[in-house]
């Protein structure tokens, strides 16, 4: 059936979907309204679609979000179907901005799947940053984890079968399941705060787990409204703001000429010691933080890859094959 809905080719290709994500994981684009068209449309309150230059919109789109005029963004949305660990849920959850509906344990069995990290996720507690992981662990100490890990699954697993084969109510038959088990939902969210969502979860500063699920939707994204993709990785994601201290750490050694040109000054000094920045204001966090943003690092393409995407009959397969019921 023909629609007079404006639709993304790209997007079209990978309706439905499911890519997977982690172990067990994954990402589906259930369905999407608008594109960067409709950004553009928004943002002029126009009523000709497909009427305008391409290289127009992108400038529009870019200026937009180059001087975070955000409400046109607003008039897209992507809802995505998405299975992953409690405790990456847990962490998603706190973007409030979205329509969630969660699989629920007290009205259907949970599948009895749990998420367990590879040998190069394993790490150490980071010493600096007290809610990361920072050097690798050793194989002995990760082939232990995974054996206690096991354990306390194959128990939680036993136990929630026979609380269920008891007709215990399931929604307390749940209440043991650890936190690596998987759980899944619908969840729809407007373009100018998923990509907000994607910046703070794409950020190499993620929990790698949730930044696997991230990386997935915003290749989702770059198929929905490209352009607005584009603008996100290039002022965003890529991009960095500046404190007043650190503009005027920078204007002691740049300055803007009549003609548009910024040039080193002459009558400034040829570099800036920590010391110096610190006299201009930033504390030793922040000068540290200040040099990581003057550094420029490759971004991912978050180009998806098709031979890995699987349909809704393959996953809820995979998942039926997980109930308790298929407990021997």
Not at 227 to 251: H, P, T
Request: aromatic residues 10%; charged residues 30%; contains cysteine.
């Amino acid at each position: 059936m023909e629609t007079k809905r404006p639709t993304t080719p790209e997007a079209e290709e990978i309706l439905g979907g499911y890519f997977p994500v982690l172990d067990h994981g994954f990402v589906a684009l259930v369905d999407y309204m608008g594109s960067d068209e409709d950004v553009e449309r928004a943002a002029r309150v126009s009523y000709g679609y497909g009427t305008r230059k391409r290289s127009a919109t992108r400038g529009l789109v870019r200026y937009l979000r180059r001087h975070r005029h955000t409400t046109p963004s607003e008039m897209v949305e992507l809802k995505f179907h998405c299975a992953m660990p409690m405790f990456v849920a847990r962490q998603w959850i706190r973007h409030r901005t979205a329509s969630v509906n969660e699989y629920s344990g007290r009205y259907s069995l949970m599948p009895l799947l749990f998420y367990r990290p590879e040998l190069e996720h394993f790490a150490l507690q980071s010493g600096s940053n007290r809610q990361g992981r920072e050097a690798a662990a050793s194989q002995p100490l990760y082939e232990e984890a995974v054996d206690r890990w096991e354990r306390t699954r194959r128990e939680a697993s036993r136990d929630y079968g026979w609380l269920v084969g008891e007709d215990v109510a399931r929604e307390l038959a749940r209440i043991d399941l650890p936190l690596s088990t998987y759980t899944q939902w619908y969840w729809k969210m407007d373009l100018h705060n998923l990509l907000h969502f994607l910046s703070l979860r794409a950020d190499p500063h993620a929990q790698w787990e949730i930044r696997e699920f991230a990386g997935t939707m915003a290749g989702m994204v770059k198929r929905v409204a490209p352009l607005s993709f584009e603008a996100w990785l290039d002022y965003d994601l890529g991009g960095a703001s500046f404190s007043r201290a650190e503009l005027g750490a920078l204007a002691r050694l740049l300055e803007p000429e009549s003609d548009g040109a910024i040039r080193v000054r002459t009558d400034g000094p040829e570099g800036l010691s920590a010391e110096d920045l610190e006299q201009v204001g930033l504390s030793s966090r922040e000068v540290r933080e200040f040099g990581a943003k003057l550094r420029s690092e490759d971004l991912p393409s978050f180009e998806l890859d098709l031979s890995r995407m699987r349909t809704a009959e393959e996953v809820s397969e995979k998942m039926e094959e997980a109930l308790p019921d298929s407990l021997e």
